[in-house]
């Protein structure tokens, strides 16, 4: 069973950044990894995705600001988040996905709060 577990959110000014992590218990190399968010009164969208070859995704809002990666040797996936905005506040949710499965994992969340 893959566990998963979000850090770095935190407080921040708009312009500034934040890296998230995502530590899973298992071989991130397996999975389909994702990053999604949940803003207060909206529904969880996709934020960024990276498959088990690299091939990225990104939502249009982040698109230039936002970067997602792994690292396959600590069974990590970060997401690396420039020039925040206060419409990028949300929980952010770290999800995973095997490779060949439509069976889906979720972290806890972490909070992320962009204002002056």
């Known amino acids: 069973q893959v566990q998963l577990v979000e850090s770095g959110g935190g407080l921040v000014q708009p312009g500034g950044s934040l890296r998230l992590s995502c530590a899973a218990s298992?071989?991130?190399?397996?999975?389909?990894m994702g990053w999604y968010r949940q803003a207060p009164g909206k529904q969880r969208v996709l934020v960024a995705q990276?498959?088990?070859?690299?091939?990225?995704i990104y939502a249009d809002s982040v698109k230039g600001r936002f970067t997602i990666s792994g690292d396959n040797a600590k069974n990590t996936v970060s997401l690396q988040m420039d020039d925040l905005k206060p419409e990028d506040t949300a929980i952010y949710y770290c999800?995973?996905?095997?490779?060949?499965?439509?069976?889906?994992?979720w972290g806890q969340g972490t909070q992320v709060t962009v204002s002056s």
């Open positions: 990276i498959t088990t070859d690299g091939t990225t």
């Open positions: 298992g071989s991130i190399a397996l999975y389909v």
């Open positions: 999800k995973s996905r095997p490779r060949y499965s439509m069976s889906e994992n």
